[in-house]
């Protein structure tokens, strides 16, 4: 078992990895930029080590300087989280050619999968069904017009690398396509130092459901059930469910059985997720997220399993604890994803309490929130025996919640908790547009 871990990244999913070391007994280094010095990773880590200046091109995208940290402290292993260089299949070449661990998949299956368009073509080699889409990478605006005109619109221009709604765009012309394609490559490289973009047919009233996986690289590879992303604004999540109420057994047996074979056959390693757009009674392949997700916590709600320690024990020492057979998915759990609207200082932060409530963030009372990064300031979960009594759990606790000294987006997951077609269970991806009114 490794002794020390570097994490390169930031706010709650830092701390959510120090918290599982500490029970692991792993110390942990955490890297932060200049306008991190007072963040709660800081103030929890064993060591902490300024690596640069605010924006995160000086500081953590510097691949360089991450791995330098991490020798100079005496880590043996670099735990990325998510975004920045999470998937970047050259940080994770540099760290093992450092002689460090990474936690993620080697860099052969990275790149197969990291990148959104060799995903594609990795997944239809495993069978699974595709959205029509370019045939690779798009290199060039006058490329993008010419496939346009064999596609037809709406189509989705999307980073190759990254996630999140970073680097995405949604054109129905041409005259539209032309202007937002260097945006959006433009966006791409500041988020993820790769200005790659492919284009798909874009789906007008999908749901958008992924599976969490585990796998130690050789054959375990464990299912950990679906959650339902569709509430979305600017294709960034809001609000998490499982287990989603548009899929029927026999898809999510399909689903299923084409996730794990798809794991099985590239021989991943440590956690990740398949998401994929549901409509009209099928689904369709869209991308691998080739590290934990933002919204595992669901699934861990769901599960009982840790996910980051199965993932640090995978990559570190190639076993896991548990098999498929030790997995039961009962219950109902949500998530909503609290985003601030600006900077400034939290005066007043007392988080929900109260039964199968969690709350998972990096902010207190006096932090001064940055405007260099994502806005996500926390994650509010709860868990109930059915969906009707876990939306009411939800309502109740983010009425409870104190947060004074910023403009937040608590009151904007109020009113699609309790709209007529979320409570229903009969929505798609249009949901937020129909409901908050611009």
């Known amino acids: 078992m490794i002794k020390r871990l570097l994490i390169a990244n930031r706010g ?9 070391c500490r029970e692991m007994k792993i110390e942990t280094v955490v890297v932060y930029s200049q306008a991190d010095a007072d963040s709660l990773p800081v103030k929890m880590a064993d060591k902490a080590v300024c690596i640069g200046a605010a924006s995160s091109t000086e500081s953590y995208l510097k691949k360089e300087s991450l791995i330098s940290t991490a020798l100079a402290t005496g880590c043996d292993a670099v735990h990325p989280g998510v975004g920045f260089l999470s998937e970047n299949a050259d940080f994770a070449e540099m760290a093992l050619d450092s002689g460090l661990i990474f936690i993620g998949p080697a860099p052969r299956v990275t790149r197969m999968l990291g990148d959104k368009v060799q ?24 490329k993008a017009v010419e496939l346009a005109g064999a596609m037809g619109f709406p189509l989705i221009v ?99 059985e084409a996730s794990v074979t798809l794991f099985r056959n590239i021989g991943y390693t440590g956690a990740g997720t398949i998401e994929f757009l549901v409509e009209g009674g099928e689904f369709f392949f869209m991308e691998v997220n080739a590290r934990v997700q933002v919204e595992h916590t669901v699934t861990e709600l769901m599960t009982g399993v840790d996910i980051i320690r199965q993932q640090i024990l995978a990559c570190t020492t190639g076993v896991m604890e548990i098999t498929q057979e030790d997995v039961t998915i009962q219950g109902y759990a949500l998530e909503a994803r609290i985003n601030a609207r600006g900077a400034g200082t939290i005066n007043s932060f007392n988080p929900p309490l109260g039964p199968f409530v969690r709350v998972d963030t990096h902010i207190f009372t006096g932090y001064k929130v940055p405007p260099y990064y994502d806005s996500m300031i926390a994650k509010v979960l709860v868990q109930a025996r059915s969906r009707g009594e876990g939306i009411d759990r939800m309502i109740r606790v983010l009425n409870e919640m104190e ?29 937020h547009g129909q409901i908050i009114k611009k």
Do not use: W
């Not at 709209?419 to 229903?424: A, G, I, L, T, V």
């Open 12 to 20: 709650e999913i830092a701390v959510r990895i120090i918290r599982t």
């Open 119 to 142: 995903a594609k073509r990795t997944a239809d080699e495993a069978g699974l069904p595709l959205i029509p889409g370019s045939d690779g990478a798009v290199e060039s605006v006058d």
């Open 158 to 256: 999307k980073a190759a690398s990254g996630g999140g709604g970073k680097g995405m765009r949604i054109v129905n012309s041409v005259d539209e396509l032309k202007s937002s394609f260097p945006i959006a490559s433009q966006e791409a490289a500041n988020n993820f130092g790769d200005p790659t973009l492919y284009m798909e047919r874009f789906m007008q009233r999908p749901r958008h459901v992924e599976v969490q996986l585990l796998a130690d690289g050789k054959d375990n590879v464990v299912y950990l059930g679906e959650r339902d992303c569709s509430v979305q604004k600017n294709h960034q999540k809001l609000l998490e469910e499982s287990p989603s109420t548009i899929l029927t057994d026999e898809m999510r047996a399909r689903m299923e």
């Open 403 to 431: 947060l004074e000294g910023i403009d937040t987006n608590v009151a904007e997951q109020l009113t699609l908790l309790d709209c007529r077609p979320f409570r229903s269970g009969n929505f798609d991806t249009s949901l």
